[in-house]
């Protein structure tokens, strides 16, 4: 069984702090994802990565970054943490042109 | 630019009986894929069913089957003999499959489907 798993279920920032996300997959898959849920808004793209150190703006990058050192790992990383970027966060990974399969979410609130 | 449009944000169905989703997508290209996407309350997003465009059957998966309608851009999910385990989020999602295109998903906002027993 594909496994994604991210570092956090949940997560209480303040507003300016530097904030990491972690998601790791174990099926030596090429692509991995982040996404931001919101309610009524469905999944939006932030960014995406098809290989080490590879890396692509989504539909909405601002006020984000990433990070793909390793293979298995995706880091997304939040500079200077905002209000507006309470959400919640879900990676995802799959090979090649293959089915997404997505990590369990870290719901993230900036206070 | 390609969207994905579900227009119930949420709908309800009685144990056993037959539901059916909506999904509407706009797209210039002739080559895609589309999705379902299920996301139980408090658990992981899995995959329910995909669709190949080029393909004119409906995709089907036990007791999810869909009705794709490529000229008017419809995708429906129905669910039949629905059970308690079938109340999550549903997103429809579309892929283009053009070559050179990426693995990027574009999903809906969603529909949120209970089940009453």
């Known amino acids: 069984d594909v496994k994604v798993t991210q570092s956090s279920r949940y997560l209480v920032k303040r507003t300016g702090e530097k904030v990491f996300l972690e998601c790791v997959q174990d099926?030596?898959?090429?692509?991995m994802f982040w996404y931001r849920q919101d309610p009524g808004l469905g999944l939006r793209l932030i960014y995406f990565?098809?290989?080490?150190?590879?890396?692509e703006k989504g539909d909405i990058p601002e006020g984000y970054s990433v990070s793909r050192e390793k293979k298995e790992r995706f880091s997304l990383i939040l500079e200077s943490a905002s209000t507006n970027q309470t959400s919640m966060y879900l990676c995802?990974?799959?090979?090649?042109?293959?089915?997404?399969?997505f990590g369990p979410g870290t719901r993230l609130t900036v206070l | 630019a390609q969207t994905v449009t579900q227009s119930q944000p949420e709908m309800s169905v009685q144990e056993a009986e037959t539901v059916t989703l909506s999904c509407t997508y706009d797209?210039?290209?002739?080559?895609?894929?589309l999705f379902w996407y299920k996301q139980p309350p408090s658990r992981q997003m899995i995959l329910v069913i995909r669709?190949?465009?080029?393909?004119?059957q409906n995709a089907t998966e036990n007791r999810f089957s869909v009705n794709f309608q490529k000229a008017a851009k419809s995708f429906s999910l129905k669910i039949s003999d629905s059970q308690l385990g079938d109340a999550a989020m549903y997103f429809c999602?579309?892929?283009?499959?053009?070559?050179?295109?990426?693995?990027?998903?574009?999903f809906g906002t969603g529909t949120l489907l209970a089940v009453q027993p």
């Open positions: 995802a990974s799959s090979r090649s042109y293959n089915e997404q399969f």
């Open positions: 999602a579309y892929r283009s499959a053009l070559r050179g295109a990426t693995n990027k998903l574009i």
């Open positions: 797209t210039s290209e002739s080559d895609y894929y």
């Open positions: 669709q190949e465009a080029y393909k004119q």
């Open positions: 099926m030596d898959h090429e692509n």
């Open positions: 990565s098809y290989d080490v150190k590879m890396k």
